[in-house]
């Protein structure tokens, strides 16, 4: 079992910036993929931004790119999601995800919700003047 925790998520006016952590625990020596996924108010979740393990990969949704910064300490078991420039759309729970350690991480796996078996609380991010 994996445990995962999101943080980091407030009020920021248009423009504004805000860093979400992650932090994924439970099996000691394994590194996994991980992910942020975002939930707008009476939408279905969806992908944002994927790291590999080694961070050696990213990838983001055309809304968030140049905008968000996905990164990761594997010595601190936690990533980050570095946002800037947001924007009222931005407003959403924010999710932290591990994916499946068996899958491979490419278009076809990492933008789906039931790829990933572990997942944070989700953390509320608003974005409003």
């Known amino acids: 079992q994996v445990q995962v925790a999101e943080s980091g998520g407030g009020l920021v006016q248009p423009g504004g910036s805000l860093r979400l952590s992650c932090t994924a625990s439970g099996r000691a020596g394994t590194i996994y993929a991980m992910a942020w996924f975002r939930q707008p108010p009476g939408l279905e979740r969806e992908f944002a931004a994927v790291i590999s393990w080694n961070g050696g990969e990213t990838y983001y949704v055309d809304d968030v790119k140049g905008r968000f910064t996905i990164s990761r300490d594997n010595a601190k078991n936690t990533i980050y999601l570095q946002m800037n420039s947001l924007r009222p759309e931005d407003t959403a729970v924010y999710y932290c995800?591990?994916?499946?350690?068996?899958?491979?991480?490419?278009?076809?796996?990492?933008?789906?919700?039931?790829?990933?078996?572990?997942w944070g609380q989700g953390t509320r991010v608003t974005v409003s003047s």
């Open positions: 995800a591990v994916l499946s350690p068996g899958l491979p991480l490419n278009s076809a796996t990492m933008t789906r919700p039931h790829n990933y078996p572990y």
